[in-house]
């Protein structure tokens, strides 16, 4: 018998799956269409993918070391067979090709534009459009290779089914439709994403399970074929492994029934009769061929080793590497420490904490179950943008009467009188359902040990996608099949254009009548998928909406059509390279002026722009004002090598008849405030330029009426406002005044929202009288006013406050809620930043500008047992000062006496909300997870706060900022707390109590030898003892500790103040534990005999021990003899 594959055989047989061409054909169209319309790096997790593919494409391999997995990004761990089949278009472009992709978390300055609020992951460009060059074409040509590994999933399923039920035909191209057009599935076959590969050999290993389990005899090539996908899958996703049950059922049940077939060699066969709702229900359990009368045992015996050898040829030396390389055996246990191997945190940390008995869920863990499965179920049929963009409730509702369907139509056969699986069905059963079960155990699984949005993924489940789409078009069919036997004159009545007219000739794919029905039912139940499921297919309805392309290219501007070409520079490495601009405009309409900015060098402060029209006296005619790309890309943001093409529109007032000239355009830069949370201009503008050309000329529009008395305009950008409209941070707004133009009036906008009052006023530095010649109009004829929307504004609607305002223009201000203080701190780094308070678990905050940096409090610490607490969460409060260009570095510290560290955390100002969109007087919290050493050494540590800003110019890289109160240099760090970290044994009771007391507040209270008695291998005497205080000390003492030989000669000692001086007497609290730790090593020449062990305290300055009592009686020497420990021969 032939196990190839369907399609293979004849070129006939095309013409007999045509339909199923034509799933594809539609597909592909859809899929390219997505592929190319998507915008780069905003599916999920396909930045990270193209991180890894880089790491391949530049190297030729995976990651073989975990400094080459950390290279490789967040994915390196994974499993590689993916990235080597599809990094050839990168390698072929070249790893290092320009221009590149502007990944947001790779610099902080790319939140800039978005304000941190963006979904996007990616900053999208005007290098992303056509023609492709650069990482842009390996990008989209990688993205390609997805589209053939989505064609296999769905030839897959279709053979799948149609093996299973080849009668009739509409439930294997169902199936097959189902996937080819599921929008998740569509969108993850358009993008770069290892699961689709995963999908594609799921599929063709489940095919070739359900083939083996129809053959009596499978050949050993299907075994090896089995072997090799099974291995195959696994180097793709490691989530495979899940099917290592599947596998051993397929295997089990083929062994069964070679067994049941050497018995009886010779099996019968019978016609198959036009299939009836009777012979679907039944699966096809076999189609016998002449191999199956020519089995015998040695053939039998043979089946399992072609699938071990092509498994562990596929699989095997890529598990034993990593195996051997990767594991933490030693360090997590056997079970977590093997799953290390496979790089996915998660799951490691999972199992460390289910093992433990700890808690497994991180903090971000705030998904119910509930919550949890809303996730997954919408997310399975549509999502995008790493689950932040979700279709319309109306969308998921049209799924969930389509499924219902489905699951109607399966309760409905159950129920019927139609006979029961079979015996030979019931293998097919188990298989389909053990598949789809084991794969929902690893997203249930996945929620167990981390209930984060990562774990609701519906795509999780698309491994199992053959059977989830039998399931749903086996179930349609019977939801059909009944309704045709019940109603079909009913349905006929209601649906009689479509059931007569429409749906036959678009059903004559049907070998025969006889499902006809059925099948009109079928297709009208597909509606509730089709119809939303072509809307979801629709980037412009739900995906591109929230991806701003800005008009930034790292082409240069001798390589742009520039009209008029220009070289002024305003700043450091940044100029105006030119302009584009039409010569004539009409009144009433705006100006369109494309600036074209470069920059060379990073910017350290923001700018507005000032353009006007001008006559020959000099007087604005028309204005625009406003910050760089209408907000959305201040100068800040911009890179090295950027070229701005930023286009504004300067709006002329609205006059009928104007007498004839021509103006100039006038350009001035203005820089920003620094200090100012508003925009407020500098004194004097940095760049003022005229242009002589071109002229431009401004005519009337005949068909526009005169301008009416007492009216006003607002403008915001090329358009003239009426209607409610949505502002986001750094917007201009152009109101144009022609009620009194005489006088310099600052108008403003109201916002009434739940009975709280503001107002939005407009900057009067920027008013401006307008002297357009209107025939028969005062001078000048409009007073011009900008708003630029600010961060400290509120929410909320607000509303022009003019009698003559549009009467249903409302402002919306999409802007991030942030809080605001008066300064009232004079200690700051740099004069930038203020650390207003510090906080920690179990204490109030701290007041920070209170604290000097020498009058440090050591009396009563807080303590912390990195045993118990081995992370300790910091929580700062800081206030901006000024506008900052550059992000920064907080780095806090541990350090003991020595400046040994025992903690440290150093990370990104701000994280996901950096210290560059920061506002002037806002006040930003953050918590830093502080990571105690886990061999920190016990005793007072000063917490060390400092802010560095990395320049690679800087001989070593990075700066500190100083940290300043008022003008006074304190240093580059801040100690404004200290902390004390307990031994691990603090709070036990001592292994050998002991009783003496130290003077009159001092007692040692027991003791700890790990090594007694000393033996003759001469091994450390490790000791500890166990200090009580009952008052504050006032001297710093030194502890003791002697080993004294039987000639009465010190033999071994080691002096030191507590805890190796890291914890000083005089730091000593009333009622205080201290576990003091020491070690003695004897010489080799020390003789043999009994050795004394001696303690005590002394006064490093006089030498004076203090007075020891045991039991009230004064001891010897003022020494506490511990014990007596023998040196044997």
């Given at each position: ?68 997995r ?19 278009p990168?390698a ?21 534009p978005?304000?941190?609020l963006?979904?996007?992951?990616v ?6 459009q056509?023609?492709?060059?650069g ?9 390609f ?16 089914a ?17 996937v ?5 599935f ?14 594609a ?34 180097i793709?996703k ?9 596998v ?14 050497r ?11 036009i ?64 799953a ?26 705030t ?5 949890w ?6 997310s399975?049929?549509?999502?995008f943008g ?8 109306w ?18 056969h ?15 059963t ?6 789809f ?8 699984a ?7 949005i ?27 099949f ?5 109603g079909?004159d ?5 649906f ?11 059903l ?43 008009p ?57 722009i ?5 006559d020959?006296?000099n ?5 625009w004002?406003?910050p760089f ?6 100068a ?13 529109f ?14 100039y ?6 820089p ?36 009416l ?14 209607q ?37 006023s ?27 929307a ?9 509303f ?12 919306s201000?999409?802007?991030r ?26 204490q ?7 604290l000097q ?45 020595d ?28 918590t ?25 110019n800087?001989?070593?890289g ?31 009771p ?41 008052a ?19 033999w ?24 003091d730790?020491?070690?003695l ?49």
């Amino acid at each position: 018998m032939s196990h190839s594959l369907p399609f293979t055989h004849h070129a006939s047989r095309i013409t007999h799956h045509a339909p199923l061409l034509l799933i594809l054909l539609l597909f592909s169209i859809l899929t390219l269409y997505q592929s190319i319309m998507l915008p780069l790096g905003e599916a999920d997790d396909e930045t990270d993918h193209y991180q890894y593919l880089r790491f391949v494409a530049r190297t030729g391999h995976p990651p073989f070391t975990a400094s080459e997995r950390d290279e490789a990004g967040f994915k390196g761990g994974l499993a590689p067979l993916y990235y080597w089949l599809t990094a050839w278009p990168i390698a072929l472009v070249g790893e290092q090709a320009q221009p590149d992709i502007r990944r947001v978390d790779a610099r902080p300055e790319r939140f800039i534009p978005s304000d941190g609020l963006g979904l996007n992951h990616v900053l999208h460009t005007l290098d992303e459009q056509w023609p492709w060059r650069g990482q842009i074409l390996a990008w989209h040509g990688v993205r390609f290779l997805s589209l053939p590994l989505a064609w296999v999933t769905i030839v897959a399923t279709y053979a799948l089914a149609h093996r299973l039920y080849p009668q009739p035909k509409i439930i294997a191209l169902g199936a097959a439709a189902f996937v080819a057009f599921l929008p998740r599935f569509v969108g993850s076959s358009a993008v770069i994403n290892d699961d689709n590969l995963v999908f594609a050999l799921t599929s063709l290993l489940l095919l070739v399970q359900v083939i083996i389990l129809q053959n009596a005899a499978p050949s050993p090539r299907l075994f090896a074929l089995f072997g090799a996908l099974f291995g195959l899958a696994l180097i793709t996703k490691y989530f495979s492994l899940i099917l290592i049950p599947e596998v051993i059922f397929t295997l089990v049940i083929a062994q069964v029934a070679s067994r049941r077939a050497r018995t009886d060699r010779r099996l019968e066969t019978e016609d198959r009769p036009i299939p009836t709702q009777k012979s679907i229900d039944t699966p096809h359990a076999s189609r016998l061929t002449p191999h199956a009368s020519r089995l015998t045992p040695h053939a039998s015996r043979l089946t399992l080793l072609p699938f071990f050898t092509a498994f562990l040829l596929t699989a095997g030396p890529w598990f034993g590497f990593i195996m051997l390389r990767f594991n933490r055996i030693g360090e997590l246990g056997f079970i977590p420490g093997l799953a290390a191997s496979l790089g996915e945190p998660q799951i490691t940390e999972g199992l460390v904490g289910l093992l433990s008995g700890q808690s497994v869920r991180p903090v971000a863990a705030t998904y119910s179950l509930a919550e949890w499965f809303s996730l997954l179920y919408r997310s399975f049929w549509f999502e995008f943008g790493w689950m932040r963009i979700f279709a319309p409730a109306w969308i998921y509702g049209l799924f969930t009467i389509f499924l219902f369907l489905a699951i109607t139509g399966h309760v409905l056969h159950l129920t019927s009188s139609v006979s029961r699986t079979t015996h030979h069905a019931s293998r097919f059963t188990l298989l389909l359902s053990l598949h789809f079960a084991l794969f929902l155990a690893v997203v249930l699984a996945r929620y167990i040990l981390s209930a984060t949005i990562d774990t609701g993924q519906g795509r999780h489940l698309y491994p199992a996608l053959p059977v989830i789409a039998l399931f749903i078009s086996l179930g349609l069919y019977h939801f059909g099949f009944w309704t045709a036997l019940r109603g079909v004159d009913f349905g006929f009545k209601i649906f009689s254009f479509l059931a007569t007219r429409l749906l036959p000739p678009i059903l004559k794919i049907l070998p025969t009548p006889h499902h006809l029905p059925s099948s009109i039912f079928y297709l009208l139940s597909s509606i509730f998928f089709l119809l939303p499921a072509i809307f979801s297919l629709q980037p412009s309805a739900f995906s591109l909406p929230h991806y701003d392309t800005l008009p930034v290219t790292t082409t240069p501007p001798d390589n742009l059509p520039i009209a008029y070409r220009h070289d002024l520079p305003f700043a450091d490495g940044l100029a105006l390279a030119g302009f584009n601009t039409p010569a004539t405009v009409f009144t009433g309409d705006a100006l369109p002026v494309t600036l074209y900015w470069r920059a060379e060098k990073e910017a350290q402060q923001d700018y507005l722009i000032s353009l006007c029209l001008q006559d020959d006296n000099n007087l604005a005619v028309a204005c625009w004002t406003g910050p760089f790309a209408a907000g959305r890309y201040p100068a800040r943001a911009w890179e090295p090598g950027d070229t701005l093409a930023d286009t504004v529109f300067i709006p002329i007032p609205t006059c009928a008849r104007v007498l004839n000239q021509r103006y100039y355009l006038h350009l001035e830069v203005w820089p920003l405030a620094a200090d100012s949370p508003e925009p407020t201009l500098a004194e004097t503008p940095v760049l003022q330029q005229t242009f002589a050309q071109p002229l431009i000329a401004i005519r009337a529009d005949v068909s526009r009426p005169n301008i009416l008395p007492q009216t006003i305009e607002v403008w915001h950008g090329n358009r003239r406002l009426s209607q409610p409209t949505s502002i986001s941070l750094g917007q201009a707004l152009t109101w144009l005044d022609y009620t009194d133009p005489g006088q310099n009036k600052s108008p403003r906008f109201i916002r009434q929202a739940t009975g709280a009052f503001a107002e939005w006023s407009s900057l009067p530095a920027l008013n401006t009288a307008l002297f357009l010649p209107c025939d028969n109009s005062p001078e000048p004829f409009a007073q011009m006013a900008t708003f630029i929307a600010g961060p400290t504004l509120l929410p909320g609607p607000y509303f022009p406050d003019h009698p003559d305002a549009p009467p249903d223009l409302t402002l919306s201000l999409d802007l991030r809620q942030r809080a605001f203080a008066p300064i009232t701190s004079t200690l700051t780094f740099s004069h930038t930043l203020a650390p207003l308070s510090l906080e920690f678990p179990g204490q109030p905050p701290i007041n920070l500008p209170t604290l000097q940096p020498s009058n440090l409090p050591t009396s009563n610490p807080p303590t912390f047992q990195p045993s118990n607490l081995p992370t300790l969460p910091l929580t700062l409060r800081w206030q901006a000062r000024r506008w900052m260009a550059d992000p920064l570095i907080v780095a806090l510290k541990l350090l003991d006496k020595d400046f040994q560290v025992g903690a440290e955390h150093l990370a990104t100002l701000g994280d996901r909300y950096p210290n560059v969109l920061w506002v002037p007087t806002e006040v930003v919290e953050e918590t830093y997870p502080l990571h105690l050493k886990p061999d920190a050494p016990p005793g007072l540590y000063r917490l060390e706060i400092s802010l560095l800003r990395q320049d690679k110019n800087l001989p070593d890289g990075y700066e500190y900022l100083p940290l300043t109160d008022n003008e006074t240099n304190l240093g580059n760090n801040l100690y404004p707390l200290t902390f004390r970290l307990l031994d691990p044994a603090d709070g036990a009771p001592p292994p050998h109590p002991f009783s003496a007391q130290l003077g009159s507040a001092l007692h040692l209270v027991g003791y700890d030898l790990t090594s007694s008695p000393v033996s003759g291998l001469r091994s450390p005497v490790l000791l500890a003892l166990y200090w009580h205080s009952t008052a504050p000390l006032p001297t710093d003492y030194t502890v003791f500790t002697q080993l004294i030989g039987p000639d009465g000669q010190v033999w071994a000692q080691w002096d030191n103040p507590p805890q190796a001086g890291r914890y000083p007497t005089t730091a000593w609290a009333e009622q205080d534990s201290v576990v003091d730790r020491y070690t003695l090593t004897l010489p080799d020449d020390a003789p043999r005999g009994e050795y004394r062990l001696l303690v005590g305290m002394y006064d490093p300055v006089t030498g004076q021990r203090l007075p020891v009592t045991i039991n009230g009686q004064p001891q010897p020497d003022n020494a506490i003899e511990l014990t007596t420990l023998s040196l044997a021969p």
